[in-house]
Nanobody
C-alpha cells in the first residue's frame, strides 16, 4: 500500500520559515518524480515545486528564490524548505509522487500570519 505522509506544517509569522517533509512507503521512491502542491481556500490546487529522479528542480514563479525542494532517495523522503513566507503562502500543502502513477499525501496545513 502506497503511503505519503507529510509533516512540518504549522503557524508562522510573515518572513518566517518552515520545512515540510514527506516520507514515502510502498513505492520505489527513486524512480518517481516528487512534487509539492498547495491548495488555498476557494482556489484550485497548484504545483509549487517538483524534483526529478536525478534531482533537477522546477518551481512556480510565486515561490522562486524562497522555496527549495530536495529529496533523499535513501530515506525515501522529499523536503520543501520554505523561507520568507508570505500570508499568500497559506494553504494545505500536498506531497505527490508521479511518473509513474499518481499518488498523494493527506496534506499539511501551513498558515502564515501577517
Amino acid at each position: 500500500q502506497v503511503q505519503l505522509v507529510e509533516s512540518g506544517g504549522g503557524l508562522v509569522q510573515a518572513g518566517g520559515s518552515l520545512r515540510l517533509s514527506c516520507a514515502a512507503s510502498g513505492i520505489i521512491f527513486s524512480i518517481h518524480v516528487m512534487g509539492w502542491y498547495r491548495q488555498a481556500p476557494g482556489k484550485q490546487r497548484e504545483l509549487v515545486a517538483s524534483i526529478s529522479r536525478s534531482g533537477s528542480a522546477t518551481y512556480a514563479d510565486s515561490v522562486k528564490g524562497r522555496f527549495t525542494i530536495s529529496r533523499d532517495n535513501a530515506k525515501k523522503t522529499v523536503f520543501l524548505q520554505m523561507n520568507s513566507l508570505k500570508p499568500e503562502d497559506t494553504a494545505i500543502y500536498y506531497c505527490s509522487a508521479t511518473a509513474p502513477g499518481q499518488y498523494w499525501g493527506q496534506g499539511a496545513q501551513v498558515t502564515v500570519s501577517s
